[in-house]
């Protein structure tokens, strides 16, 4: 069954480094989504792409936060220059590729876990 | 704001029992919902999807939606040890982003 991958599943880097977080969403999805969860806490939406070009970015999605589909496979989210708040996992997510009643499903990777010291 | 509202529990029950979770929404025009089961450390993963009021069932599996009062339900019947995990009610925006709730822990105790 086709499933979304993500890179790596765990990332440790200091303060102020550019971290870049890979995904390959299911193959024949048309749109593609960063969510982020801080431990105990809510899973939040941060950015939504569609036909190579941003559609919805929230307001944590700040100058700091790019997102890039270099190739028709990967999906990228780069953070400048990280911060501690920036401690979080990330999930890449890919939907509309399904059967009809099904396109709006999101399926999520298995997430990155950003540590940032 | 809209707000996707759970009680976060924990919510125990014995094995073989029904679990019923709930959730409110405060965006009257959503139109698609979703339960999605986490376990600690592990991504989202889809359970049940609906759209139009009343019950939709898969397997052990009951969603229940009441648009009028705003309010998405699971059901879990012959609950299993297998099935403590978090339970996350999602409801899609008008733009197609997933507004999570804080999540509701079910406990099933053997």
């Known amino acids: 069954e086709p499933e979304v991958t993500q890179t790596p599943s765990h990332q440790v880097t200091q303060m102020g480094q550019e971290v870049i977080l890979r995904c390959v969403p299911i193959s024949n999805h048309l749109y593609f989504y960063w969510y982020r969860q801080i431990l105990g806490q809510k899973v939040e939406f941060l950015v939504s792409f569609y036909n190579n070009e941003i559609s919805e970015k929230s307001e944590i999605f700040d100058d700091q936060f790019s997102v890039e589909r270099p190739d028709g496979s990967n999906f990228t989210l780069k953070i400048r220059s990280t911060k501690l708040e920036d401690s979080a996992m990330y999930f890449c997510?890919?939907?509309?590729?399904?059967?009809?009643?099904?396109?709006?499903?999101?399926?999520f990777g298995p997430g990155t876990r950003l540590t940032v010291l | 704001q809209k707000e996707v509202e759970q009680n976060s529990g924990p919510l125990s029950v014995p094995e073989g029992a029904i679990a019923s979770l709930n959730c409110t929404y405060s965006?009257?025009?959503?139109?698609?919902f979703f339960w999605y089961r986490q376990y600690s450390g592990k991504s989202p993963e889809l359970i049940m999807f609906?759209?139009?009021?009343g019950d939709k069932e898969d397997g052990r599996f009951t969603a229940q939606l009441n648009k009028a009062s705003q309010y998405v339900s699971l059901l879990i019947r012959d609950s299993q040890p297998s099935d403590s995990a978090t339970y996350l009610c999602a409801v899609m925006s008008n733009t197609g982003k997933l507004i999570f709730g804080q999540g509701t822990t079910l406990q099933v105790k053997p």
């Open positions: 997510a890919s939907s509309g590729g399904g059967p009809a009643g099904e396109q709006d499903t999101q399926y």
């Open positions: 609906i759209y139009s009021n």
């Open positions: 965006d009257r025009g959503s139109q698609s």
